[in-house]
């Protein structure tokens, strides 16, 4: 008997659509007499079962089994009959995800006269609709000159602010799986009358937080943007950040190479010349205390799923006996125990951030020196998985990043002793291989917190490209700049004009310009004259020799260090807001939240 396929013209492609953390069933549409059997593929990778944690054939007709699906299985997944691939059906997987939003700030005070803003920011997958409730009673009607919605309801903005004003205001995000809402309460009241809301606002809320802190030459500053005000200074001079051992030169300048904000409880920040990593108590404004780690502690990662803080040491400056260390339990703010782990030749670690969908990472990724794969580790258990070889591609990695869509991992390769720079290489993490090459993309990859832009900036000749991914898993060019930077640092601003938008702030190794980019609109500019940087002699720990950091989810402005002083952006204005002088290569920066 002759084997005899046959698959229905209107269904070579099948859409489905499952809500998150629900099962799914992918059915083949082919049939015939004596059909072999069925062979999946996810991005074009052969799916093999056995591997495959959530995911397994099913039943007599091989269907595709999805236990509980996430973000990442979204995309494309492939049928054929075994030694019959040019028949083949194309599902397209869409994964619904219900809304999660955060507000800012949870309560304010306003005296009369006054503006006020209050800030919604929502995701979920199809983007959230937003609505503001005051009191329980829709505002829609209430809209005005005074009282205005900005940013498809992102921003709800009252310009001159009365008494009748106070009140909870109710920010509600929906979609069509799913809702959720919290309050923002509002405050009016004249300074005479001062109320326990407004005090304990005033005392608690503003006192600590929404800071960045730096660290320089100069010991560490506090700086509230705002007012462009150091609101504290920690000298090199002062006894917890002198070395006990050693002589005291008074002229002794810090050296850092890293800091992390673990839960705008604590600041870890490691000093590599003195081998250890002072925490610092974010409510006390001071350092809680030093602990001596590996020789040369040069970047510090925050794992928040597992409240862990890695260290990773270089031996000495020429990095000859990396070593990485673990330190649990690290919001407490006690160093209880560090792991040293057993894991050897580490050049790099990385490990995804969390986000308001993804809540919860259980992997990271080692780089060797020269090796062409990354080491996968199960975070908790501080053990390693498996390595994923780059096949075919003389691929080093040297930077990736990870989107929760689609579940991919953009991997920069070094480049190679003839110069030539090899573009960036795709992982799948649902089947932990390699998918093949970011289309001609080369550069350090950037990624933003929702995981739907990828920005990618090659040093060598200058280029941006602009990506994103989609709610089906695809990755699309949308933006390729020719610019004549060195790019250093990038940074993404929530865009104040548009919902689930973005700005891009990028600094040079070089110039003394950053470049602003709009990513709804593609406009350029250029903040011109923000002086040199840091030498890239005098930064090792990384080459990021100029730093750009933001403030948040709601943040409107951006720290960059140049040499001997610090400049702030306004985000939402895009222009420079002040310098802040005398702060020498304080390229080591944490913005703190809401304390």
């Not at 069925?38 to 054939?57: A, H, P, S, T």
């Amino acid at each position: 008997e002759v084997v005899q396929l046959t698959l229905d013209p209107d269904k070579e492609v099948s859409v489905t659509t499952v809500t998150v953390g629900l099962s799914t069933v992918l059915t083949c549409g082919i049939h015939g007499t004596l059909r072999p059997p069925i062979i999946w593929r996810r991005n074009g990778v052969i799916l093999n079962f056995l591997d495959l944690e959530d995911i397994n054939d099913f039943g007599e007709d091989n269907s595709l089994y999805i236990t509980k699906v996430t973000t990442i299985h979204m995309g494309n997944y492939t049928c054929h009959a075994y030694g019959y691939d040019d028949i083949y059906q194309t599902h397209i997987l869409q994964v619904n995800v219900p809304p999660v939003i955060r507000v800012y700030p949870e309560t304010q005070a306003q005296e009369p006269g006054v503006s006020a803003s209050l800030k919604c920011h929502a995701e979920g997958i199809p983007n959230p609709k937003i609505t503001w409730l005051k009191n329980g009673i829709d505002i829609m009607p209430k809209l005005s000159k005074q009282l205005t919605l900005i940013a498809n309801g992102s921003e709800l903005h009252i310009s001159s602010v009365r008494y009748e004003d106070t009140g909870a205001y109710t920010c509600i995000a929906k979609n069509e799986v799913g809702v959720d809402e919290d309050i923002s309460s509002l405050f009016i009241e004249d300074s005479a009358r001062k109320t326990l809301a407004n005090i304990l606002w005033r005392e608690e809320g503003l006192s600590v937080g929404n800071m960045f802190y730096v660290f320089s030459d100069d010991g560490i500053t506090i700086i509230q943007p705002r007012e462009c005000e150091i609101r504290r200074q920690i000298k090199p001079s002062e006894r917890i950040l002198t070395n006990y051992e050693s002589e005291e030169d008074p002229n002794q300048l810090c050296l850092w190479s890293s800091a992390i904000n673990v839960r705008d409880k604590y600041i870890y920040v490691s000093q590599p010349n003195q081998n250890r990593v002072l925490i610092i108590d974010i409510q006390m404004q001071k350092v809680k205390q030093t602990i001596q780690v590996d020789p040369y502690p040069a970047k510090l990662l925050y794992d928040k799923s597992h409240d862990q803080v890695w260290i990773l040491s270089w031996g000495d400056i020429n990095k000859s006996h990396p070593s990485l260390q673990v330190m649990s339990e690290a919001s407490t703010g006690e160093s209880h125990n560090i792991i040293r782990t057993d894991f050897e030749d580490v050049d790099d670690l990385f490990i995804p951030p969390t986000n308001l969908i993804i809540n919860h990472i259980r992997f990271g990724f080692i780089f060797n020196k020269s090796g062409s794969s990354i080491h996968k580790i199960d975070l908790e258990t501080v053990t390693q998985i498996k390595i994923i070889g780059f096949k075919n591609s003389s691929c080093i990695p040297k930077n990736m990043v990870y989107s929760h869509l689609g579940g991919y991992y953009f991997v920069q390769c070094k480049t190679n002793n003839s110069l030539t720079v090899l573009p960036q290489i795709i992982i799948d993490s649902v089947t932990d291989t390699v998918i093949g090459p970011n289309g001609d993309v080369t550069g350090t990859p950037y990624i933003s917190s929702d995981g739907h832009y990828l920005v990618s900036t090659d040093e060598v000749n200058g280029r941006i490209r602009v990506q994103t991914i989609t709610f089906q898993g695809e990755i699309k060019l949308i933006y390729d700049l020719q610019t004549n930077l060195q790019i250093s640092d990038v940074t993404f601003e929530s865009s104040f004009t548009e919902s689930n938008q973005y700005y891009i702030y990028a600094t040079s190794h070089l110039q003394t310009d950053v470049l602003f980019l709009e990513l709804s609109s593609g406009r350029v500019d250029m903040l011109k004259n923000l002086k040199d940087p840091v030498a890239q002699n005098d930064w090792p720990w990384n080459e990021k020799n100029r730093i750009i950091k933001g403030s948040g989810l709601f943040g409107q402005y951006i720290l960059t260090p140049a040499k001997d002083s610090l400049f702030l952006i306004n985000g939402r204005q895009s222009i420079l807001h002040c310098e802040v002088s005398g702060i020498r290569r304080g390229n080591t920066v944490v913005w703190v939240g809401e304390v």
